[in-house]
């Protein structure tokens, strides 16, 4: 989406959906999104409060072999 | 326990060692060491690799490393776990993650290994991108082991 951070107004957003929402209209994201909020996996349904950070991103392909 | 996540090269060996010597009180208690070392090689899905670079999501990366440790301690009867994984640039040969797990027997030795390693795989955060002679490209998935 062009940018690794950013920060949002809080107001009227109470899930990670909603959060999704506001940064990506043009629903530039896609493929399979992971959640986390404050650090810990999340769902779209999970619920943002001000100041949670959260974040999105691709699966996984850590370790070696 | 020891976890950290790191972007200086990893000696594995000798990081064992240390850990080793540091956990004199374990001395006559373990009778199991296991351990897996993952090193970066030079080919993948038919492309010469010449450099990785491993991205992680700092502070969760490691908070979820710890959660798979204490997971693994809670599951199996071990004694002690040291998980190193670097971060930043690889070049093929370098070593890219260690698991080592001290215990009194072989089973949960093995076995606290092996889970910290599938655990690690399919859920902590980290990235792989490939540097290949024709440019770069993100991994997609893990290879099944």
Redesign the interface.
């Known amino acids: 989406m062009g940018y690794s951070e950013i920060s949002i107004p809080a107001d009227g957003l109470t899930t990670v959906s909603d959060v999704l929402e506001a940064i990506d209209k043009t629903r530039t994201l896609t493929g399979t999104v992971l959640y986390?909020v404050n650090?810990?996996?999340a769902k779209v349904t999970t619920p943002v409060k001000d100041g949670d950070e959260v974040?999105f991103?691709?699966?996984?392909?850590?370790?070696?072999? | 326990m020891k976890i950290e996540v790191s972007f200086s090269a990893l000696d594995p060996w000798a990081e064992i060692k240390a850990y080793q010597e540091s956990r004199m009180d374990l001395n006559g208690k373990f009778g199991a060491t296991a351990c897996f070392v993952?090193?970066?090689?030079d080919f993948n899905e038919g492309d010469g690799v010449s450099k990785m670079i491993?991205e992680?999501?700092p502070?969760?990366t490691e908070?979820q490393l710890e959660k798979l440790a204490v997971t693994a301690v809670e599951r199996f009867p071990v004694l002690d776990l040291l998980l190193i994984?670097r971060v930043g640039e690889l070049l093929p040969n370098d070593p890219?993650?260690l698991v080592a797990v001290w215990s009194a027997h072989r089973g949960a030795a093995f076995d606290a290994c092996r889970m910290v390693?599938e655990e690690?795989?399919?859920?902590?955060?980290?990235?792989?991108k490939e540097v290949l002679a024709s440019g770069s490209r993100?991994?997609?998935?893990?290879?099944a082991?």
Do not use: C, D
Request: zero cysteines.
């Open positions: 986390a650090m810990q996996y974040a991103f691709p699966p996984v392909t850590g370790g070696s072999v | 993952g090193t970066m090689r491993l992680h999501y502070g969760m908070g994984h890219i993650v390693m690690l795989k399919s859920n902590a955060p980290f990235w792989k993100w991994v997609e998935k893990n290879t082991g």
